[in-house]
């Protein structure tokens, strides 16, 4: 809507890259075709994150939030961004994702928005943490301003030479040490005249691209490849982002190629078992590439911008497209069973045998 958050990023590079990767412009035999979509998407805008770190006296840290892991990643990715701002290994810091009776508030593990949101309040914990050991340091006389701290390596410069941060901690504490606690929030930027209540914190940019060839005689598509480019800002861990990305693609497969409730008349489903409601599997994925562009200007930590759901929306129109391009028909149903491209390629005169 008019006075949102512009939809950034290098649309015209995702656009070549994607092209590119699916050979576009290459010679292609007859029913083969090739088609390309755009997809964007929005978080859960105006939105709420908090996150506690605790630096301990041996040195080890502690992060609390109240994101769920459900195998998506984000437990590795907050250890990562902990270590990165605060100059220690990742092997020293454990994440705790618990209930937010216990854990600080997060308001949803959806949406693509883990890494910014709670991303960003893991980072201002952390800060915080140096803030406050700035302080520390200065009131012991290890250094002379609190602006002039140091931090490498988990320790921080002084007159002395670098000093470890369970050593300062100790020498502040005293003998029966303790810990000292950050606090980080992110908090999205509310508009009372927006109808979903906020602003959006970023956008999720695929460009996702498809080859396929159709059987003319039985309508089946056959998804020869299927790529992804995701606008990612910045990937923090790239194994997992591009897992993710490969995960969508799939979930786009199916929702595209083989999903579809079935109900009778009196509204009872038909096809509630797997023998009948069919999802990919292995046998049914084609080859698939992913590409994550990383221009490091998005809004969360390090410039990175939320992945995950987006490569879902687009393989539905690349597909649809590729299938016009290879046999001329233009379908806008889903899923594009054989029985449904039979119809469409018979009804406009184009069915019969391959070549015909």
Not at 87 to 96: A, D, L, S, Y
Not at 217 to 244: D, H, M, W, Y
Not at 325 to 339: C, N, S, Y
């Amino acid at each position: 809507m008019p006075g949102d958050t512009p939809a950034d990023g290098d649309w015209r590079e995702g656009l070549k890259k994607a092209a590119a990767m699916v050979g576009w412009g290459d010679p292609k035999k007859s029913n083969v075709g090739r088609g390309i979509a755009i997809g964007v998407k929005t978080p859960i805008p105006a939105s709420v994150s908090n996150a506690v770190a605790k630096l301990c006296a041996d040195g080890s840290v502690t992060v609390a939030v109240g994101t769920t892991e459900m195998g998506q990643g984000a437990r590795t990715v907050f250890a990562q961004i902990a270590a990165e701002v605060l100059r220690i290994p990742v092997e020293q810091i454990k994440v705790i994702m618990g209930d937010t009776t216990v854990a600080p508030f997060d308001l949803a593990t959806a949406g693509s928005r883990s890494t910014v949101t709670m991303g960003t309040a893991v980072m201002a914990a952390c800060e915080d943490l140096l803030i406050q050991l700035g302080a520390i340091a200065r009131e012991l006389g290890v250094i002379d301003r609190e602006e002039d701290a140091e931090f490498a390596n988990a320790t921080i410069r002084g007159h002395q030479g670098p000093i470890s941060y369970g050593e300062l901690l100790k020498q502040y504490l005293g003998t029966l040490q303790g810990e000292i606690v950050g606090r980080g929030m992110f908090q999205g930027e509310k508009d009372s005249s927006h109808p979903l209540g906020g602003l959006s914190d970023f956008w999720e940019v695929v460009f996702t691209s498809a080859e396929v060839e159709v059987d003319r005689a039985t309508g089946k598509v056959a998804v020869r490849k299927l790529v992804n480019v995701s606008e990612v800002g910045l990937a923090i861990n790239p194994l997992q982002a591009r897992a993710q990305e490969e995960g969508g693609l799939i979930m786009g497969l199916g929702h595209t190629l083989m999903e579809e409730l079935v109900y009778d008349e009196s509204g009872k489903l038909l096809n509630a078992g797997p023998l009948d409601y069919r999802i990919p599997t292995a046998m049914d994925i084609p080859t698939i590439e992913t590409h994550l562009m990383e221009n490091r200007d998005g809004p969360g930590p390090f410039g990175a911008k939320g992945i995950g759901e987006g490569p879902v929306i687009a393989v539905a129109p690349a597909i649809a497209d590729a299938v016009y391009d290879a046999v001329g028909v233009v379908i806008k149903d889903l899923p594009l069973t054989p029985e449904r491209v039979w119809s469409a390629l018979n009804a406009s005169g184009r069915g019969g045998k391959n070549g015909n």
